[in-house]
């Protein structure tokens, strides 16, 4: 069974940074396209990031220069490091599986939740 | 602001039918093909239609999707109180090279 399973998130101050972690069971997340997708409160659903499984990797502007979307192979984990964190990034924050150019996440974590707060 | 378009709220009594839009541009819908999740709060979103209008194995026939142009939509025939969730569209965009979603519809089933 294809699973992600995320981990890192918690309570932050402003300005500081924070590690997510989402652990692969079942697939490779290097032979794949995997992304990070948040949901603030009361919003809609927002990709974050991409890595293509050729190490690529892309960034909604909203967090460009300040994430940054990694992972290692031999863990079969994703990370998403968050660097000068803001208010509005706080989130429930997920890791997802997807396709080349595509729309299609077809394996979600259940998420692991980012508050940024003082 | 979502890149994608949709309404906020559809309702809809049991067994009726009930049909979401979503609406993009020709760097999106009108490019590259449109899925559908389903996202109950508390929960993972779930993959409901993908590539316009296939189902995963397990999403009931109840479920179907379309798309003409740069706009698609999700319709869901035989509404349960099950059906209560939130809906998003999702496809890539060339302009931003990232997925876009659209803002989600809340269904809810009188």
């Known amino acids: 069974e294809m699973q992600l399973v995320e981990s890192g998130g918690g309570l932050i101050q402003p300005g500081g940074f924070l590690r997510l972690s989402c652990a692969a069971s079942g697939f490779t997340v290097s032979n794949n396209y995997m992304s990070w997708v948040r949901q603030a409160p009361g919003k809609g659903l927002e990709w974050v990031s991409i890595?293509?499984?050729?190490?690529?990797?892309y960034y909604a502007d909203s967090v460009k220069g300040r994430f940054t979307i990694s992972r290692d192979n031999s863990k079969n984990t994703l990370y998403l490091q968050m660097d000068s964190l803001r208010a509005e990034d706080t989130a429930m924050y997920y890791c997802?599986?997807?396709?080349?150019?595509?729309?299609?996440?077809?394996?979600w974590g259940q998420g692991t939740t980012v508050t940024v707060s003082s | 602001q979502s890149v994608l378009t949709q309404p906020p709220s559809a309702s809809g009594t049991p067994g009726q039918r009930v049909s979401i839009s979503c609406s993009g541009s020709?760097?999106?819908?009108?490019?590259?093909?449109v899925n559908w999740y389903q996202h109950l709060p508390g929960t993972a979103p779930k993959l409901l239609i993908y590539?316009?209008?296939q189902r995963p194995s397990g999403v009931p026939d109840r479920f179907s999707g379309s798309k003409s142009g740069t706009s698609a939509s999700l319709a869901i025939s035989g509404l349960q109180s099950d059906d209560e969730a939130d809906y998003f569209c999702a496809a890539w965009d060339d302009s931003l090279n990232g997925v876009v979603f659209g803002g989600g519809t809340k269904l809810t089933v009188l």
């Open positions: 590539t316009n209008n």
């Open positions: 997802a599986r997807g396709s080349f150019k595509s729309g299609l996440l077809d394996v």
């Open positions: 020709s760097s999106n819908i009108g490019s590259y093909t």
């Open positions: 890595i293509y499984f050729g190490g690529s990797t």
